[in-house]
Nanobody
Framework: QVRLVESGGGLVQAGGSLRISCAVSGRPFSNHAMGWFRQAPGKEREFVAGINWRSDRTNYANSVKGRFTISRDNDKSTLYLQMNILKPEDTAVYYC???????????????????WGQGTQVAVSS
């Protein structure tokens, strides 16, 4: 069974930084693209960032480009999202996801991802 567990969320002031993680178990990790998505109350789930299997392809939503950095450590089966210059509009539950297909592109469409974590809350205060 594939499991993804996010951690590292919390409360931070605007302009601050936060790093969240996603630990994957139950499947080989290295060959699969992964992504971060977020969902604020009353809003649709939206793409944040994606990364391919060897970290040479990344994809960012325009709203976070230049502020967030996605990375992965295949030896640790862990995905990361470094969030800098946080804004109140970044407040959301952040979910990590992994594709079933091997060597895929880090698409922005959540339908391209097959397994999801439970989410971690990120709250940014003014």
């Amino acid at each position: 069974q594939v499991r993804l567990v996010e951690s590292g969320g919390g409360l931070v002031q605007a302009g601050g930084s936060l790093r969240i993680s996603c630990a994957v178990s139950g499947r080989p990790f290295s060959n699969h693209a992964m992504g971060w998505f977020r969902q604020a109350p009353g809003k649709e789930r939206e793409f944040v960032a994606g990364i391919n299997w060897r970290s040479d392809r990344t994809n960012y939503a325009n709203s976070v480009k230049g502020r967030f950095t996605i990375s992965r450590d295949n030896d640790k089966s862990t995905l990361y999202l470094q969030m800098n210059i946080l804004k109140p509009e970044d407040t959301a539950v952040y979910y990590c996801a992994i594709q079933s297909v091997q060597f895929g592109l880090p698409f922005a469409d959540p339908k391209e991802y097959d397994y999801w974590g439970q989410g971690t809350q990120v709250a940014v205060s003014s």
